[in-house]
């Protein structure tokens, strides 16, 4: 596509629910990398793929978090057993080549995940 | 530990005065630094970058020149318009994996009144 794509746009659900949050990234580009955006503050990286494989998930907050990018493509940001803290903007951002510091990151619109 | 800081907003400026935000960093070697811009409504989006000391990024009329001396990055534009109202995003890879894992700033929301 044109662009890094995200759904859902919104997503509310319960406490202690499973959800699931999908992002397409610009066509060949290898690097993935997701973010989270808490309210009034700025992005916070979670994690890194170089092409199928997570190179970097330093920042997911605890093992509720899982990420995963089968076919080097489309990635999947999976929260188990949500909090009320998981609330948040989550932003995808896909680069070209292997993230070389000359690489451009290029921002989905991002999915605001709100858990009651 | 590794961070950026620039300054809280929100900043509110009559259109054509002079814009500063003032951004500065903290690593332990020499990072890419960036601006980017969040429009109302849409994702976020890169204004400029600079990858070594010295550089001056540039775009849409803003600039920001890299100061390892000062660790800053302070993003400037002469002459504001009511279109630059956004949130303003400080951001380093501070990483030196050779990768782009960014650290954010808090963000300045920048408001432009005719």
């Known amino acids: 596509g044109a662009g890094v794509s995200q759904t859902p746009s919104n997503k509310v659900t319960e406490k202690g629910k499973y959800v699931e949050l999908r992002c397409d990234p610009i066509s060949g580009h290898t690097a993935l990398y997701w973010y989270r955006q808490s309210l009034g503050q700025g992005p916070e990286f979670l994690i890194y793929f170089q092409g199928t494989g997570a190179a970097d998930d330093s920042g997911l907050p605890n093992d509720r978090f899982f990420a995963v990018r089968p076919e080097g493509s489309v990635s999947t940001l999976k929260i188990q057993r949500t909090e009320r803290g998981d609330s948040a903007v989550y932003l995808c951002?896909?680069?070209?080549?292997?993230?070389?510091?000359?690489?451009?990151?290029?921002f989905g619109p991002g999915t605001r995940l709100t858990v009651l | 530990g590794n961070s950026v800081t620039q300054m809280e907003g929100p900043v509110t400026l009559s259109e054509e005065a002079f814009l500063t935000i003032n951004c500065t960093y903290t690593a332990t070697g020499y990072p890419s630094l960036f601006w980017y811009v969040q429009y109302p409504g849409e994702g976020l989006q890169l204004l400029l970058k600079a990858t070594k000391a010295d550089d001056k990024g540039s775009n849409k009329g803003f600039e920001a020149t890299y100061r390892k001396e000062t660790t800053s990055f302070h993003l400037e534009k002469g002459s504001v318009q009511v279109s630059d109202s956004a949130v303003y995003f400080c951001a380093g890879n501070l990483n030196s994996g050779g990768y782009q894992k960014v650290t954010f700033g808090t963000g300045t929301k920048l408001q432009v009144i005719p």
């Open positions: 951002a896909s680069s070209r080549t292997s993230g070389g510091i000359t690489d451009t990151q290029y």
